[in-house]
């Protein structure tokens, strides 16, 4: 068989040496170019073989019909693909595999991905006893491979590399600061790990639209998020918003993050948009209006159309990272089940405890207070809730000024603005032991409440309320008009007793 091809290859030969020479007869030149139609492989020589040899009889140069489609990928037969696909590393084997449906399948290929798994995760020996990544990939075939379904070890690859993921921002986020309870090191995780934001607006039809974050503001306890653009889609056509994190399915702390290759999402919060109704709304001015959508949302309108015109999303440092990297595309990160701490004094209600608050907007700070030794006593219990007193109205020289104007910055491509009375609220209350208790970041705002009764202020009274399922903040504020600045009078903490109970195993 292989004589016979070789003959006819030589009789091929023999025919493209004849139409080399020159329409003279012989004594072409040595490297003549041969003709266009006989550079394209060996599939032309043999679909033209009678021509070929017509042409050599007549020492002439002739065009073939073209009567064969271009090779295209598909065509390749899958034996010859797997083969292709045995030498790509992971991130180009999963980029391959969303190509079509059948890329999509090759690509599950367990004896590609199980070479691939061995060769990452295999048990490291001595030098003198190491194999080669296929002598142990050829182990673990004979043994389970075949018995598993296609893509398994795909999903053990990725499930086995999301898990050394976890270790190490586990790893960074370990050391923590004494004074604010929370991880010293979050910027750092969030730069090494990729970390960015989108979200997923979901029409009632079941279309989505993915937009990546536009810009990102880093404040001392929390991150703001702003998505914005021209391509919205209308507001009467959607039905709920995710917001996820996105990071790069495999982390390598040697090289910058790419955007590129497969990514990682994980759900962080789902938000209702049929909620933008007037009760969320918190502010406006000229151009827009602005709705809150718990947590931490802020969703912009423009007034005459009603479009949306961007949208604002405010998340404090605690578990930031694990809410943004852990979970799925479709299940938020669960925290680990609480170990309820011992409250070595539970008769003398809550005590030892530290409020650091923030109030600010683009990186501006009006309020940047910690307080601290906090207490409240057992019978301060009312409506389920538990009254913790941090700035006192009857006291003078509690009350604080807010620096600066107090007003929420927003901006498109287009226009940028300022609501007056918004403002972003930062809250991180750590317990006796220096725990997170309660933290939050959401968009707040002041609201007039009528003339102070107190008899040291001359001026408008304002107060700013935030309520979830935690807890409550009341705060009151008095327009100083010589002045013209806020005071805050008044800063009070509820505490919902639910909370304490799970947290400390008490029965309040």
């Given at each position: 068989m292989a004589t016979g091809r070789g003959?006819?290859?030589?009789?091929?030969?023999?025919?493209?040496?004849?139409?080399?020479?020159?329409?003279?007869?012989?004594?072409?030149?040595?490297?003549?170019?041969?003709?266009?139609?006989?550079?394209?492989?060996?599939?032309?020589?043999?679909?033209?073989?009678?021509?070929?040899?017509?042409?050599?009889?007549?020492?002439?140069?002739?065009?073939?019909?073209?009567?064969?489609?271009?090779?295209?990928?598909?065509?390749?037969?899958?034996?010859?693909?797997?083969?292709?696909?045995?030498?790509?590393?992971?991130?180009?084997?999963?980029?391959?595999?969303?190509?079509?449906?059948?890329?999509?399948?090759?690509?599950?290929?367990?004896?590609?991905?199980?070479?691939?798994?061995?060769?990452?995760?295999?048990?490291?020996?001595?030098?003198?006893?190491?194999?080669?990544?296929?002598?142990?990939?050829?182990?673990?075939?004979?043994?389970?491979?075949?018995?598993?379904?296609?893509?398994?070890?795909?999903?053990?690859?990725?499930?086995?590399?999301?898990?050394?993921?976890?270790?190490?921002?586990?790893?960074?986020?370990?050391?923590?600061?004494?004074?604010?309870?929370?991880?010293?090191?979050?910027?750092?995780?969030?730069?090494?790990?990729?970390?960015?934001?989108?979200?997923?607006?979901?029409?009632?039809?079941?279309?989505?639209?993915?937009?990546?974050?536009?810009?990102?503001?880093?404040?001392?306890?929390?991150?703001?998020?702003?998505?914005?653009?021209?391509?919205?889609?209308?507001?009467?056509?959607?039905?709920?918003?995710?917001?996820?994190?996105?990071?790069?399915?495999?982390?390598?702390?040697?090289?910058?993050?790419?955007?590129?290759?497969?990514?990682?999402?994980?759900?962080?919060?789902?938000?209702?948009?049929?909620n933008l109704t007037e009760s969320t709304m918190i502010g406006w001015d000229r151009l827009i209006r602005i709705f809150c959508l718990h947590p931490g949302l802020l969703v912009g309108l423009w007034k005459g159309e009603e479009e949306l015109a961007f949208v604002m999303a405010n998340l404090h440092f605690h578990h930031l990272v694990e809410k943004s990297t852990l979970g799925s595309a479709t299940v938020p990160y669960e925290l680990p089940p609480h170990t309820p701490l011992l409250d070595d004094s539970p008769e003398y209600g809550l005590h030892g405890y530290q409020l650091h608050v923030d109030m600010h907007s683009s990186g501006i700070f009006c309020l940047c207070g910690t307080f601290r030794n906090l207490f409240t006593k057992k019978g301060s219990i009312e409506n389920g809730y538990v009254k913790l007193v941090v700035i006192s109205f009857k006291n003078n020289t509690e009350h604080l000024p807010l620096i600066g104007k107090v007003g929420l910055s927003w901006r498109t491509d287009i226009f940028d603005g300022c609501i007056k009375s918004c403002s972003i609220m930062d809250v991180t209350l750590l317990d006796e032991y220096g725990k997170p208790f309660w933290c939050f970041s959401s968009p707040v705002c002041m609201r007039s409440s009528g003339p102070s009764d107190g008899p040291n202020f001359l001026g408008q009274t304002y107060y700013v309320d935030y309520v979830d399922s935690e807890g409550r903040v009341h705060v009151e504020l008095v327009w100083i008009k010589e002045t013209e600045e806020y005071f805050i009078v008044s800063l009070v903490l509820y505490l919902r007793v639910a909370k304490i109970n799970h947290w400390f195993g008490t029965t309040y």
């Open positions: 003959r006819l290859l030589q009789q091929h030969w023999l025919g493209l040496q004849a139409l080399r020479r020159p329409p003279g007869g012989v004594g072409a030149a040595p490297g003549t170019a041969w003709p266009a139609e006989f550079r394209k492989g060996l599939g032309a020589w043999c679909a033209g073989n009678t021509a070929l040899r017509q042409c050599a009889g007549r020492g002439k140069c002739c065009e073939l019909p073209s009567t064969r489609s271009p090779v295209s990928l598909e065509s390749i037969p899958s034996e010859i693909l797997l083969k292709i696909f045995s030498y790509l590393d992971a991130v180009t084997l999963l980029c391959t595999g969303c190509v079509n449906r059948h890329f999509y399948h090759l690509a599950n290929d367990n004896f590609i991905w199980i070479r691939i798994y061995s060769t990452a995760f295999s048990p490291k020996r001595s030098n003198w006893k190491v194999n080669s990544a296929e002598k142990t990939a050829v182990s673990m075939n004979s043994l389970s491979v075949e018995d598993k379904e296609p893509g398994y070890w795909k999903k053990e690859y990725i499930t086995k590399q999301r898990a050394s993921v976890k270790a190490a921002l586990a790893q960074v986020l370990k050391p923590v600061n004494p004074y604010t309870g929370l991880p010293v090191q979050t910027k750092e995780a969030l730069r090494i790990s990729g970390l960015g934001w989108v979200i997923i607006l979901k029409e009632k039809n079941g279309r989505e639209y993915i937009m990546e974050h536009i810009d990102l503001s880093i404040n001392d306890s929390s991150v703001t998020i702003m998505w914005y653009g021209k391509t919205w889609p209308q507001l009467a056509t959607l039905s709920t918003l995710d917001l996820c994190g996105v990071t790069p399915l495999f982390m390598d702390r040697s090289k910058t993050p790419s955007k590129n290759g497969p990514r990682w999402h994980s759900l962080i919060a789902k938000y209702n948009l049929s």
